[in-house]
């Protein structure tokens, strides 16, 4: 195909397999610190859910910013996102992790805010590979 193409009609490519593998890694560490931060966050307050967040955050620009695109970002967020979700359920023996208190759901609805707002705002790439411009 030419280079005059446009991108959506260009036949779509696999990742290849180091970025693959990288955003496999992002994926498994956003689940870790999904689950640290489940575990910081009613310990110490303010301070703990505060700490919890900011994790979240650097974890997903940084993946961002690694992988030079949004799918880093993208796959460290649902990590979190899949280790909270499973966090949240009780078990058959009453067993429950997050407790139903306002620190609680600023933890899970503030994590969710700050991964979308992170994966949203990490820098993007053109179809052959620099950085978005918006301007000539």
Known sequence: ?????????????????GRAAA???????????????????????????????????????????????????VAAAAGWMLAVVLLTASRPEGDFLFAAGSGSYLFLLGGIAVAVMCATFAPGRQPDGGPVRLGK
């Open 1 to 17: 195909m030419s280079d005059r193409t446009p991108m959506l009609a260009q036949p779509m490519r696999p990742p290849s397999a």
């Open 23 to 73: 955003c496999l890694g992002f994926f498994l560490l956003g689940a870790v610190v999904g689950a640290a931060g489940s575990l910081v966050q009613p310990g110490w307050f303010p301070g703990g859910l505060i700490l919890a967040l900011a994790g979240e955050a650097g974890l997903v620009l940084g993946a961002a910013r690694v992988l030079r695109g949004r799918a880093g970002g």
